[in-house]
């Protein structure tokens, strides 16, 4: 009997980490009845990034880019992913944007 590994991708698991983030938010004001917050569009999930912890709603697609994947990284060794505030990027809003900008 041979051990198995996970065929879940870094990616799968990150998808896994907000969609249980969004859901355990509860029914507070601004969110539906799932949990999710009423101005984000399907398909999209708000991050907070820099100092201001400025909010921008992005595209799921973006975690498909190893770019994004390695910003998500570093978001999970220095803020993690279980808290209130949602997801934090810790790196500049000029940097996000022109890496989000390209990805696109």
Do not use: W
Not at 64 to 86: C, K, N, R, V
């Amino acid at each position: 009997m041979g051990i198995r590994k996970s065929n879940k991708s870094p990616q799968a698991a990150v998808i896994k980490q907000i969609r249980k983030r969004c859901s355990s938010l509860g029914k507070k004001q601004g969110y539906d009845e799932v949990g999710f917050p009423v101005d984000v569009p399907k398909g999209h999930f708000p991050v907070y990034v820099g100092e201001k912890r400025s909010r921008y709603i992005v595209p799921i697609s973006l975690l498909t880019h190893p770019q994004f994947q390695s910003l998500l990284q570093l978001a999970e060794e220095e803020f993690g992913f279980d808290h209130e505030m949602g997801i934090r990027i810790p790196c500049e809003e000029v940097v996000f944007q022109s890496l989000t900008s390209m990805l696109r």
